[in-house]
């Protein structure tokens, strides 16, 4: 049989006025290759990576979505590879003297009657499914919550079919650290806040060792607790009218240090018992239709290429306008994997108090950074460079599109949950899973993950929807993607065709009636707080 003929040379250039575009085959290109416009290369240049599409002098920009990537370090010919051995990455922007809310006002019709079917919980929050999760204070208690867990899937949860999963909710906090430090107040509010996230149906149910840090008191203080109850009251007239008064519920701890523990068994034994009311009043929901403006949904990207920025996330991008428009809340984070694109930032800002709010983030980071003696170039992986991206400004570029053209309406500090809808910059390191898990935090019911290169992340507490930025890596992987946004760069599909599947696919995944590849195969990352703080 003879093979099928190769496609042509393909080479993608995000703007006119860029003097560099990557080169979109499978296997990338020979040196001597003609390209459609009658360039010849004079390099080979691998799948992803830039050719120089003019002559590049020496310190001259080198542009692509026409914004100055770097710099020519030697005069580079047209034709030529053109990769981060040959550039000087220009200087962080400063924080001062930023557009403010200056960005022409946002022009798209409402999208309304999509639905989904969740889980409404008291607060007023909805659920994408209904998880019993073990809240845990401290890493010591880890194996034992692990063994009770496993110990409820076996034997209590046939008995709740509604049930979806029982979780714990490990991580490597709660001792050992400077519980009073300033920057502390990330890490506790952060798991106190994953611990009501939508997903769990306001059940908190927490394991603790007795001698730790974190006391579950400290973790959730009354404050916290507090549930605001409406009456009906007749006064001595009989007019009836609506009063509002709190309780404070008992917070349900097992402390394995307690007296009456005795061995191993017991403890587990205790941990089950706890469990059971959880889970009769999780068993007692349904599923009930509510509109997508109930959706809260993280975007994220790791393992990322060249084409993240061409395909995948600009389809989550036209994706991110959809959902805003029908009202649902989406957050988009990684501050390094922003930080260059501050000046689009802020002038998408709803307010200049908003953009004030997104340079204080990245101040914060940056002064963060720098007591690491570490900068925002100390982001981008071996994978991200042989996937063809040069430096963090051009990674920058490609990963500000995930957030579509909506204006931002909110910014979130790591750790805090969201109190309005919109779009909203969470700032969280880049870092795949402290992004997920300050996502789950800002009360994320809903996350889409775009990745080149691969990563079978996935979270247990959320659903995950993974988009491929290639077709080579969606055939490969093909039991691990759930959307294939190489089909742009392949000609096969737009990036609005791609945006649309993938926001009919999140209310398939929301309602429960499709898992992901990573939920199917039950493929969880652990939680990783965020712990700026010292350790002691």
């Known amino acids: ?27 990338g290109l020979p040196a001597g290759t003609v390209l459609s416009d009658g360039l010849t290369l004079v390099d080979r240049v691998p799948q992803g990576h830039k050719v120089a599409l003019s002559a590049i002098a020496k310190d001259a920009a080198v542009l692509r979505y026409n914004v100055p990537i770097g710099y020519a370090l030697k005069d580079i010919a047209a034709g030529a590879w053109v990769h981060e051995r040959l550039l000087h990455m220009p200087e962080a922007r400063a924080l001062t003297d930023l557009p403010k809310a200056t960005a022409q006002a946002w022009k798209a019709e409402p999208l309304e009657g999509y639905t989904f079917e969740g889980y409404r919980n008291a607060d007023g929050s909805v659920g994408t499914r209904n998880i019993l999760a073990i809240t845990t204070t401290v890493q010591c208690v880890a194996g034992v919550v692990d063994f009770a867990v496993q110990r409820i899937k076996a034997e209590l949860l046939p008995r709740y079919p509604h049930v979806d999963d029982v979780i714990g909710l490990e991580h ?48 959730f203080p009354p404050e916290q607790r507090a549930i605001e109850i409406v009456a009906t009251h007749a006064d001595n007239t009989g007019a009836t009218g609506q009063f509002y008064s709190q309780t404070i519920p008992a917070l349900d701890v097992v402390c394995l240090q307690a007296e009456q523990h005795v061995g191993f068994m017991s403890m587990i034994d205790s941990v089950l018992a706890s469990a059971v009311p959880h889970l009769e009043r999780l068993n007692a929901r349904r599923r009930e239709t509510i509109p997508a403006s109930e959706l809260v949904v993280g975007v994220q990207c790791g393992g990322s290429d060249a ?59 940056d002064a963060y950074l720098g007591r690491g003696q570490a900068d925002r170039s100390a982001n981008t992986t071996p994978g991200n460079k042989a996937g063809g991206l040069s430096n963090i400004v051009e990674k920058a570029m490609g990963s500000i599109i995930k957030s ?24 969280t390191p880049a870092s795949d899973f402290i992004c997920g898990t300050l996502q789950l935090a800002a009360g994320m019911n809903l996350h889409v993950f775009t990745t080149g290169r691969g990563t079978p992340y996935g979270l247990a507490e959320c659903p995950v929807i993974k988009v491929a930025t290639r077709t080579d890596l969606a055939r490969r992987w093909h039991d691990l993607m759930d959307v294939n946004a190489g089909r742009i760069a392949d000609g096969d599909a737009t990036i609005e065709d791609t945006g649309w599947e993938l926001f009919h696919l999140m209310l398939e995944v929301a309602s429960g009636r499709k898992k992901t590849w990573a939920e199917h195969w039950k493929l969880h990352n652990s939680l990783v707080l965020f712990n700026p703080a010292p350790i002691t």
Request: aromatic share 6%; hydrophobic share 40%.
């Open 172 to 219: 490597a906090y709660g001792c050992g650290v400077a519980i009073d430090a300033p920057d502390a107040i990330i890490p506790i509010r952060t798991l106190r806040n994953i611990s009501k996230n939508p997903n769990f149906g306001g059940e908190v149910m927490v394991v603790s060792l007795g001698c730790e840090k974190l006391q579950p008191e400290r973790l």
């Open 404 to 427: 579509g053209t909506a204006p931002i309406s909110g910014v979130l500090s790591p750790g805090e949950k969201l109190e309005h809808k919109g779009l909203h910059y969470a700032a």
């Open 307 to 365: 084409f993240s920025g061409v395909t995948a996330n600009p389809a989550v991008g036209y994706c991110t306008d959809l959902l805003v428009r029908a009202g649902a809340t989406v957050m988009f984070s990684e501050t390094t994997e922003v930080r260059d694109a501050i000046e689009q930032m802020t002038a998408r800002a709803t307010s200049p108090e908003i953009a004030d709010a997104m340079a204080r983030e990245m101040a914060w980071y």
């Open 1 to 27: 049989m003879s093979a099928p003929n190769p496609r042509p040379p393909l080479t993608i250039r995000m703007h006119a006025a860029d003097n560099v575009a990557i080169v979109a085959n499978d296997g």
